[in-house]
């Protein structure tokens, strides 16, 4: 809401006539008005802040919202959930720094959409939340790590995850996300959820212990409780003894028409004790990450390669950051330099890792030839230039036309000739971007090498 006091009004009328009547810029007009405005508000005793209207402060919730979710994912993705449910939340803190601010985030149903649910947290809190949403589309996440439990004996028994898994129960009809993060098996919320539907239910985030037995799988089940032509985003994570057998992975995703993104933390799908591999195609997926967890079965990464199909995929992520040696990739690397490439629709591939040999880049280098953009971390930047650079492979990725690295620190010189080398042998790469690049872009050192760059090929240099 808007003060509107004497002197705005005033303010308001006179810029009106000004303009029409001077030739001085408009810029020029509105700097002496603001100055002016500026008095008012502190003879009037107004902040700034309290002037900002209600549409205008609305986006900034929103944002500042989304922003929080989205660190949270990162969290979440990384599997480091021990202190999510100890970050505060957003939306309450903006209802505590004024009665205006209050009134605004009240009457906003989607800021109260993300409810998160943990052992031993303040259940007036969850209904609180569930009671301002107003019937919106919830975002559900159930966190059950590093407890200390109430009952004696296994802990799917103590009160608050049986309380906690009838809330989830309850509201599964009108959840739009689920998460499912658990460190025992959860019998009663699986069992109850084959029971209902979850129509709504865009996307699903489950993460297994180690200790539940593929017949207990939440997603073990011939009659699956979501709707499989509106969920799009599917993320599983844990190890092969607690996931899903082949059988029923691959059942499941024929069933997801809409699914556009599948996340595999981990080792979530059983190939180990299991023969007959059923083929799978998912035609509308477009992005794939990958993210093998230490000392995972050398069958696991190259057996997802050959049974899924996925026609239209455009990006994937390989992050092998969590794997612990060579051994653990080489099955996948003998694979890609000796079979068919899995995926070639692939335009976009992320490589995560802490090292890549030679033998690994020539692989990956044959199996997505097509690709366009190629993101590396940055332990493998200065890799990946030296096997571009180098007088057998200057034909590598004969498509790629933009580099994104995931910071500033490499060695420059190897861009320079990476360059020089692609622009000479007609492959020119036409577009550099690094994170953290802003930081650095106007240091002395960064500015040379910037106008280095500029001499082999007209080519963009930005930051992500």
């Known amino acids: 809401m808007t003060i509107i006091t004497p002197e705005y009004v005033a303010m308001t009328q006179g810029l009106a006539r000004q303009l029409g009547k001077t030739k001085r810029p408009l810029c020029h007009i509105m700097d002496a008005q603001a100055l002016r405005l500026n008095q008012a508000l502190v003879t009037y005793g107004v902040s700034y802040i309290s002037s900002i209207p209600n549409e205008l402060l609305e986006m900034i919730f929103v944002e500042i919202v989304k922003g929080t979710t989205r660190a949270d994912?990162?969290?979440?993705?990384?599997?480091?959930?021990?202190?999510?449910?100890?970050?505060?939340?957003?939306?309450?803190?903006?209802?505590?720094?004024?009665?205006?601010?209050?009134?605004?985030?009240?009457?906003?149903?989607?800021?109260?959409?993300?409810?998160?649910l943990f052992l031993r947290q303040n259940v007036d809190l969850v209904n609180l939340y569930l009671t301002r949403s107003q019937g919106q589309l919830l975002d559900m996440r159930f966190t059950s790590i590093h407890c200390n439990f109430h009952s004696q004996g296994s802990p799917e028994f103590d009160p608050d995850y049986l309380r906690i898994s009838r809330i989830i129960l309850s509201h599964v009809h009108v959840c739009r996300r689920l998460e499912v993060h658990g460190a025992f098996p959860f019998p009663i919320l699986s069992d109850g959820i084959k029971r209902i539907k979850a129509p709504m239910l865009e996307e699903l985030v489950v993460h297994y212990p180690l200790n539940i037995p593929n017949s207990r799988h939440l997603l073990f089940t011939e009659d699956l409780f979501l709707s499989a032509d509106r969920l799009t985003v599917l993320t599983l994570n844990g190890l092969w003894v607690s996931g899903l057998s082949p059988e029923n992975f691959s059942n499941l995703l024929s069933h997801l028409t809409s699914l556009i993104q599948l996340t595999l933390i981990g080792e979530p799908v059983d190939y180990v004790r299991s023969r007959d591999?059923?083929?799978v195609e998912i035609p509308l997926l477009q992005t794939m990450v990958l993210k093998p967890g230490p000392n995972i079965s050398r069958t696991y990464l190259p057996t997802v390669f050959r049974t899924i199909r996925a026609p239209t995929l455009r990006e994937l992520v390989l992050d092998f950051h969590t794997a612990t040696t060579t051994r653990d990739l080489q099955s996948l690397m003998d694979k890609l330099k000796r079979g068919a490439p899995p995926f070639p629709s692939v335009r976009l591939l992320t490589l995560c890792s802490r090292s890549m040999a030679y033998d690994g880049w020539y692989a990956l280098a044959r199996a997505f030839s097509g690709i366009t953009t190629l993101s590396a971390s940055k332990c493998i930047v200065n890799q990946l230039m030296g096997f571009l650079s180098c007088a057998g492979r200057r034909d590598a990725f004969p498509n790629l036309r933009t580099l994104l690295f995931d910071d500033v620190q490499f060695e420059w010189s190897l861009l320079l000739q990476l360059l020089q080398i692609r622009e000479a042998a007609g492959m020119p790469v036409r577009e550099v971007r690094m994170r953290n690049f802003k930081k650095h872009a106007q240091s002395e050192l960064v500015g040379k090498l910037v106008a280095s760059l500029a001499k082999y090929a007209p080519i963009v240099i930005g930051w992500t």
Request: glycine residues 2%; contains cysteine; aromatic residues 6%.
């Open 277 to 279: 591999i059923p083929v």
């Open 73 to 116: 994912e990162d969290y979440s993705s990384s599997c480091a959930l021990t202190s999510l449910r100890l970050r505060p939340r957003p939306e309450l803190l903006l209802t505590s720094v004024s009665q205006h601010w209050r009134a605004v985030a009240l009457g906003m149903p989607l800021l109260w959409t993300e409810i998160r």
